[in-house]
């Protein structure tokens, strides 16, 4: 209850501090894919979205979010993240830390601690499935599908207008 109050202070700051900045398909190099394994399985994730973008040479890094926590390289869960918002997983931590022109994020939990992570995150432009929890923290956001396969197939159509 504390850290969840905590982490919501910190998200509501950053979101605040946020610039509008912009960047273009095309002209993107790196772009981050951080997702809720409950919702969307690793290899819809893989095959769907990460194949397409690194069909158009953009290189990818991705991070997966479970509420169970795992071992499992490149992933997190909610034990990851200490009461004072410290993430003690080395891979998340990087992955905050990377400059991607584009972050997008698929998540319709709205659970704090996934929000804290794309909080966090240094991406330039920050894109995802609508959630009310996220609003604030992403500048472009598409209207769920019923189907996984048919979200990411939109936000790939819609990232590559921009």
Request: aromatic share 10%; proline share 2%.
């Amino acid at each position: 209850m504390i850290k969840n109050t905590l982490l919501n202070q910190k998200c509501k700051r950053v979101a605040k501090r946020r610039t509008q900045e912009h960047s273009s398909y095309v002209s993107a190099t790196h772009i981050g894919i951080l997702y809720n394994k409950d919702e969307f399985e690793t290899n819809l994730v893989r095959s769907v979205l990460e194949e397409n973008l690194k069909d158009d040479g953009k290189n990818i890094s991705m991070l997966a979010f479970q509420q169970k926590e795992t071992d499992v390289p490149y992933s997190f869960s909610k034990k990851n993240i200490t009461i004072s918002g410290d993430l003690d997983k080395d891979s998340a931590n990087y992955f905050i830390k990377q400059s991607f022109d584009f972050l997008i994020t698929l998540d319709t939990s709205g659970d704090i601690h996934f929000k804290y992570v794309l909080a966090m995150s240094k991406a330039v432009c920050k894109i995802g499935i609508y959630s009310k929890a996220y609003s604030d923290l992403l500048l472009m956001t598409l209207k769920p599908s019923k189907n996984p396969t048919e979200s990411i197939e939109d936000l790939i159509k819609y990232l590559k207008m921009i």
